[in-house]
Nanobody
Framework: QVQLVESGGGLGQTGGSLRLSCAAS????????MGWFRQVPGKEREFVAA????????FGADSVKGRFTISRDNAKNTVYLQMNSLKPEDTAVYYC????????????????WGQGTQVTVSS
């Protein structure tokens, strides 16, 4: 069982930066592929980024490549999403996710979800 708690959301400005954190419980954190999804009202949750267990490989949606960076600290059971060059279309609820043994690029591949944190980017 893995529990995920996000933090760091809030209000950002166009062109600005925010950093999300996700603290995970459980001693097997380092075994999971970790990632982030986001969702806006009326739309399905969409994949944002993922990182493998060691941090040696990362994956990102085309919409955030070059702007968002995912990283993890296995000693702290924490995964981060550094969001730079924010755009109003980045406004969404961001969810931290964990997946066993696979890159969670779609919802059905996710084993655990966090409760979500709101990110709002003003224009």
């Amino acid at each position: 069982q893995v529990q995920l708690v996000e933090s760091g959301g809030g209000l950002g400005q166009t062109g600005g930066s925010l950093r999300l954190s996700c603290a995970a419980s459980g001693r097997t954190f380092s075994s999971y592929v970790m990632g982030w999804f986001r969702q806006v009202p009326g739309k399905e949750r969409e994949f944002v980024a993922a990182i493998n267990w060691s941090g040696s490989a990362t994956f990102g949606a085309d919409s955030v490549k070059g702007r968002f960076t995912i990283s993890r600290d296995n000693a702290k059971n924490t995964v981060y999403l550094q969001m730079n060059s924010l755009k109003p279309e980045d406004t969404a609820v961001y969810y931290c996710v964990a997946s066993w043994g696979r890159v969670p690029t779609t919802g059905p591949l996710v084993d655990y979800w966090g409760q979500g944190t709101q990110v709002t980017v003003s224009s």
